[in-house]
């Protein structure tokens, strides 16, 4: 959620602090911006020398189109104008990143928080946007919850059989609607083939951690199947920082089922089937305290915590027609959320109850047409109309009690035209009708000119988005949070334009991208006395400029060199730099496989600048307080005994560092895993 919470009577989930989204007003003088921008951008020269990350023009090592980029089937990454980031599953299980919100972390742009350790609220921005104008897709469902502000808790979205886990960078509403006003993450399963298999692992470590994966694939001329099982339990570290003396460890567990199904009883017919199932139960702490010399309160040992399950489905259609020229998709999903949280998880009922539900019926057609004697081209044609029904229920024990929702039906055209041996054009442009606000129309366009025999792509995007008030935000959801119902939408809007380079014969890739974006009619938080607040529309913009840099380098057969960097200058409209968006981050990897390729080393780097944070004081005045950057360094390795079996390990924050990213919240220290994992 994106509020300042008082604490009784809100949200346990974010207690005292701004939420995942920091919308609190602005207060205190501006924010230090070190050097000047372009002193920054100067330096992106010498850093893109050695950049080296996944990139989406690393072709041989991640997938050659993009499943997000436009509203068709897919996009060659060559002819895709927007910025997009591509994670492979070879990379991740490389890596042996098990979260997706911890994948987030290694792309340039993307702001990831957690508030406390494992099993903690987890939120994404993209671009100094906020966690809920963030779109979030996994295998076609939008599981963006209503009841949690529309944002995605990532806390609870393991990779296990993730195929590729797509980022898509700027205001992308006129393809997705209004939760895409500032990015969209779109996460695909992979897909079952082959004679039928079973893989299994079992992982277990320091601090009680231990985890299993089961999961059976199979796939043939005329179907495909994937299901499989997957959890985790750990006794975890203090979500209060220990740091600061608390010492009580927070355990979390969780367990996720999915199957992802396809059948084509014809070569024109197709019928495909996802369905996911997550519960979960975290310890957490709300112990509250105020910091001696400075009046802020601080997050204290004590016994809260929450429980949840997540589901969601989707059922669809495909007919193709005039030789695949013509296809046709009618699918319907649905995406449930139910999430009860404690003040005292070992002994007391519910303080807090969320229950959220998401229905979409979309139809999509998409019309291809080649036309050689006219500059060659090669054109798409793209409909698509769907409808939204959100409803969003809460309880709480300090007697209130919220039961809404909200109906949108949203129109989308898109025109790709390839031409000319390399140029890539698309517009795109959307209408949605709103229940309780004003139409809205949003549009979309790119460029990309890609020259083969260079190896360089250019590339250029501008866009339109709109976040619509959320039904929190609207009817307010305790005694200390109260509704607006004359909220206006919030506005996006963003361009970029880069570059992308491969050389050393498609050994070495590297790419960078100058963006700017705004948000006006920012919802933040008014407080009333007493404790109480109520969202507000804030006047002006607020305003994110910066450069995204990433690479890949493959200096011997084996050796692999990754990086990515990214300077963000964020300001709200009082020229106050924006909370918890740090100025620089960066990662950097190596990953060395040798003994044949049966033996694999990987060390990561992840580095995360100095930024702010937002917190509350014991009158319940907001105040922004400077947060130190940080470094972690993990290690991973894995060795294949036999073909199909392999032993594995890792170290998580090596040096054991002490880090917040969220005020007097803390982080996981160092964690030692090993596992096995085998296929028959």
Request: glycine residues 12%.
């Amino acid at each position: 959620m994106r509020h300042g919470r008082c604490r009784g009577g809100a949200s346990p989930a974010l207690p005292r602090t701004a939420s995942l989204d920091h919308r609190l007003p602005p207060s205190g003088g501006a924010g230090g911006m070190g050097m000047s921008f372009g002193v920054r951008v100067s330096l992106l020269a010498v850093v893109s020398a050695a950049a080296l990350p996944a990139s989406a023009l690393a072709a041989e090592e991640l997938p050659a189109v993009s499943v997000t980029a436009n509203r068709g089937e897919q996009t060659p990454l060559t002819e895709v104008g927007s910025t997009v980031t591509v994670l492979d599953r070879e990379y991740l299980e490389a890596k042996q990143v098990r979260l997706v919100s911890d994948a987030l972390r290694l792309v340039p742009g993307v702001s990831v928080t957690r508030t406390g350790v494992t099993g903690g609220l987890t939120g994404a921005g993209i671009r100094g946007s906020e966690t809920n104008q963030t779109l979030v897709m996994i295998d076609g469902v939008v599981v963006n919850d209503p009841a949690a502000d529309s944002s995605v808790d990532f806390a609870h979205i393991p990779t296990a059989d993730i195929e590729r886990i797509e980022v898509l960078r700027g205001p992308q509403s006129a393809l997705y609607g209004s939760d895409a006003a500032g990015g969209v993450v779109n996460i695909v399963t992979r897909k079952g083939s082959g004679k039928p298999s079973v893989a299994l692992s079992a992982e277990a470590g320091s601090r009680g951690t231990a985890a299993g994966a089961l999961s059976f694939s199979a796939g043939g001329e005329q179907y495909s199947i994937l299901a499989g099982v997957t959890g985790g339990v750990t006794s975890g570290f203090s979500s209060a920082a220990e740091a600061r003396g608390n010492t009580e460890r927070d355990g979390y567990n969780n367990g996720t089922a999915y199957l992802k199904f396809a059948y084509d009883p014809l070569p024109e017919l197709g019928f495909d089937v996802v369905a996911r199932g997550t519960e979960f139960r975290r310890e957490g702490d709300e112990g509250f305290g105020i910091e001696p010399g400075t009046g802020i309160s601080l997050t204290l040992d004590d016994r809260a915590g929450g429980s949840g399950r997540q589901s969601f489905f989707r059922g669809q259609t495909r007919l193709s027609l005039l030789d695949g020229r013509w296809t046709h998709r009618l699918g319907i999903s649905r995406a449930d959320s139910d999430v009860d949280y404690y003040g005292d998880i070992v002994n007391g009922d519910p303080t807090f109850t969320t229950r959220g539900t998401s229905t979409r019926y979309d139809y999509q057609t998409d019309f291809r047409i080649d036309t050689p004697s006219l500059a060659g081209a090669s054109h798409v044609f793209t409909l698509a109309a769907e409808r939204k029904e959100d409803d969003a229920r809460i309880w709480s024990s300090f007697g209130s009690y919220l039961s809404t929702s909200i109906d949108q039906t949203g129109y989308t055209g898109q025109y790709q035209v390839s031409l000319l041996d390399g140029l890539s054009l698309t517009a795109a442009f959307r209408r949605d009708e709103n229940e309780r606000f004003e139409d809205a129309n949003t549009y979309r366009l790119t460029a990309a000119y890609f020259i083969d025999t260079l190896g360089t792509k250019f590339h250029a995007s501008h866009g339109t988005g709109v976040k619509n008030p959320t039904l929190l935000e609207l009817h307010g959801y305790s005694n200390t949070f109260v509704g607006n119902p004359g909220l206006k939408p919030e506005q996006t809007r963003g361009f970029d334009i880069g570059v992308d380079q491969s050389f050393w014969g498609g050994r070495g890739a590297v790419g960078a991208t100058y963006f700017r974006q705004s948000i006006s009619d920012l919802i933040s938080s008014e407080f009333l006395g007493g404790g109480v607040s109520r969202p507000i529309n804030l006047a002006g913009t607020s305003k994110v400029r910066g450069v995204e840099v990433e690479g890949t380098l493959e200096p011997l057969n084996g050796l692999t060199l990754r990086a990515t960097y990214t300077y963000m200058d964020s300001e709200d409209a009082q020229g106050v730099q924006l909370v918890r968006r740090p100025e620089q981050a960066g990662t950097f990897d190596v990953t060395y496989r040798f003994l044949d390729g049966r033996a694999l080393a990987n060390v990561g780097v992840v580095y995360h600048g100095d930024f702010t944070d937002r917190v509350f004081d014991s009158s319940f005045n907001n105040r922004n307080v400077p947060m130190d950057d940080y470094t972690l360094v993990n290690v991973a390795g894995a060795y294949d005994v036999l073909d199909n079996v392999q032993l594995y390990g890792r170290v998580e924050n090596l040096f054991d560092t002490d880090y917040e990213e969220v005020y007097s919240f803390g982080s996981n220290g160092r964690l030692a895993i090993g596992g096995v994992k085998a296929t028959f």
